[in-house]
Nanobody, 125 residues
């Protein structure tokens, strides 16, 4: 089970940190790949960032590179998304996702097995 939190309303240029708590078989989080996706109204779900189980490899969409950072704390069973320099185009529902072994198709939402319920991020201009 994944539980996302931390969304809210922020002005352009502001920051937010999203959290996603992973529950269930805690022994497995250490081997799980984790990711964030987002979906704006009327648009398809879009890849934002992913992190491998080792935490040494992270991947970010070009649209957020340099502004967003994904990280994880396995001891707390949590994955984070630090979002800085937010823009109105970042407005969306943000979802965390998890899967077992890594896939090279990490940017495809269909490759992820488990999903959180989403948290709304709204950036005002």
């Amino acid at each position: 089970q994944l539980q996302a939190s931390g969304g809210g309303l922020v002005q352009t240029g502001g920051s937010l940190r999203l959290s996603c708590a992973v529950s269930g078989s805690t022994s497995s989080i250490y081997t799980m790949s984790l990711a964030w996706f987002r979906q704006a109204p009327g648009k398809a779900r879009e890849f934002v960032a992913a992190i491998r189980s080792t935490s040494t490899s992270t991947y970010h969409a070009d649209s957020v590179k340099g502004r967003f950072t994904i990280s994880r704390d396995n001891a707390k069973n949590t994955v984070y998304l630090q979002m800085n320099s937010l823009k109105p185009d970042d407005t969306a529902v943000y979802f965390c996702a998890a899967r077992g072994y890594w896939t090279l198709a990490y940017s495809s939402s269909s490759q992820w097995t488990y999903w959180g319920q989403g948290t709304q991020v709204t950036v005002s201009s």
